[in-house]
């Protein structure tokens, strides 16, 4: 009778066995918050899991938290429209690791801090930690309401069509189930469905190739004979007007990994929760090796979504096209293309991407506001079981919040892609560009450096949402990192030498 009244509520047919696993799922979730919420003691146990955690788990903690069900769709939709380009950024993940593993990350686990953004006080005064957090929240409010929108606007609506009017609460539902494992259970909760959502999301998508294959005949099926004319062609420079150049993208994906590891709290939350610089290089570089598989999978997802429609046509409505539809294929096959059973177990994988990150983002975004607003302020300081419980009303109330943004998300133009470049991605370089100011120029100014942060933000806006000169997305973080450090050292060379003739 429950499936019924699901079916009758959403206005589509799911099996018993569908349901009965994507509720088996959610509850399991539940249950492992539960689980880990008796282990919990102090906020330290509840935001970093007493700073003991198992570096693999943290590795693909991390990824999974940065494949969220945004990279799960926009992979295989850019791989439709746009063809292989994307695939290949996982060259530039070499130069990544050597990057953040041996620059970044030793810097960062010499700092004994709970929320990055102490560092930035320490090194330039509150101003500046202010500035970085106003960023990060903005940043990460968005990220998730982006998680949000997607999950329940572009995935479960094509999978299972509802009304619209259902959409806040189905996202709120959503919510509540990733607000309770999480706040029960705190990081190591997270930490642990974060590994096990990440074998449901690859098993979904492996399960959905072998259908194709399997519908198909044989793997070579789903590999096109000739290059299809709306991709778009391999090049390898660095141009500001092409969209998808072997040369943006890695440039891109580069910028991308080391301002995330270097400034955001998701990643140095991680980082430091391992115990030596050595688990924390661990983790990370477990976290591409995750990455990879998984780039290579979405990928071919979306060259066997285009040779299951190519070859099943009327399954298209009128006026659709394959590649017009590009975002939109990989749920039309969950609901259409897969047997009873396998459409719960891939619903399941999209619910997993989207609550590992939301997961995440609560408890990031939680440590921040406890951190470095609640306890930087406050003047008396609360005892262990009330600063826990103030930190899980502060996952409630940003929530509440992340639910509220998402209904206006859809305002955004441009593909999936486009929409996590423009909106999730906006304020990565700028952020970045403060803490490279405080760890990386002695001579940087405390002045200097906010209106470094604030000239990166402009460029970010310029390059996203006013296509200056033509620029394409994929230079959203490199300009506005290349124009937030020379701003902030040119800035910065100007107030040490004019104060050095100012005391001459």
């Known amino acids: 009778m429950f499936t019924v009244f699901l079916n009758n509520l959403l206005g589509q047919r799911l099996e018993v066995l569908d349901w009965a696993i994507i509720i088996f799922y959610a509850l399991g979730m539940i249950l492992i918050g539960w689980f880990y ?77 709970t929320s990055a953004y102490e560092i930035l006080e320490l090194r330039f005064g509150l101003s500046i930690r202010m500035f970085a957090i106003f960023m990060f929240l903005v940043l990460r409010f968005f990220w998730m309401a982006t998680i949000i929108y997607v999950t329940v606007n572009i995935a479960l609506r094509a999978i299972i069509p509802f009304e619209e009017a259902y959409v806040p609460l189905i ?80 440039l891109a994906t580069t910028v991308w990994y080391v301002c995330t590891t270097g400034s955001d709290q998701l990643a140095i939350q991680r980082y430091l929760s391992t115990e030596n610089v050595a688990t924390a290089r661990k983790s990370f570089r477990i976290s591409l090796y995750s990455n990879v598989l998984a780039n290579i999978l979405l990928a071919i997802v979306g060259l066997a979504m285009v040779a299951y429609f190519t070859k099943n046509q009327a399954l298209m409505e009128a006026g659709q096209t ?34 590992s990150s939301m997961s995440s983002g609560l408890n990031s975004v ?26 899980k009303w502060i996952s409630y109330g940003t929530g509440f919040v992340v639910i509220l943004l998402s209904l206006f998300i859809a305002n955004v133009s441009g593909n999936l892609y486009d929409v996590i470049m423009k909106v999730v991605n906006l304020l990565v370089a700028p952020l970045f560009v403060l803490f490279f100011m405080a760890l990386f120029i002695p001579f940087a100014t405390e002045r200097a450096t906010l209106l470094a942060g604030l000239a990166s933000v402009a460029a970010a806006v310029a390059i996203a949402f006013y296509e200056i000169f033509g620029i394409t997305v994929f230079w959203i973080m490199p300009g506005s990192l290349v124009v937030g450090i020379g701003t902030g050292v040119l800035l910065s060379w100007l107030d040490v030498t004019l104060s050095k003739h100012g005391n001459g």
């Open 37 to 113: 919420s008796r282990k919990i003691k102090t906020s330290e146990d509840y935001l970093l899991g007493g700073r003991k955690m198992n570096s693999t788990a943290i590795g693909i903690s991390l990824f999974a938290t940065l494949l969220s069900t945004l990279s799960y769709l926009s992979y295989p939709g850019e791989m439709i429209k746009h063809g292989p380009a994307v695939l290949l950024s996982v060259l530039a993940f070499p130069l990544i690791y050597f990057i953040a593993g041996y620059w970044l990350i030793p810097r960062i686990m010499a700092l004994n801090v």
């Open 322 to 355: 394959i590649y017009g539809q590009a975002d939109q294929l990989f749920p039309k096959f969950i609901l259409i293309g897969l047997p009873t059973g396998m459409s719960g177990l891939v619903i399941a994988g999209l619910l997993s991407a989207a609550m």
């Open 366 to 391: 939680s440590t921040v506001l406890s951190e470095d607003i609640f306890n930087r302020f406050r003047t008396r300081k609360l005892s262990a079981s009330a600063a826990l419980k103030e930190v």
């Open 171 to 250: 996202g709120l539902l959503l919510m509540v189930i990733t607000i309770i494992y999480t706040t029960m259970g705190g990081l190591k909760a997270v930490v642990v469905t974060d590994v096990i959502q990440t074998c449901v999301f690859l098993i979904g998508a492996i399960v959905s190739i072998l259908v194709v294959v399997i519908n198909l005949g044989s793997f070579a099926e789903i590999i096109p004979l000739e290059w299809p004319a709306h991709w778009d062609e391999l090049q390898w420079e660095l141009d500001t007007s092409k969209r998808s150049t072997l040369g943006n993208i890695f």
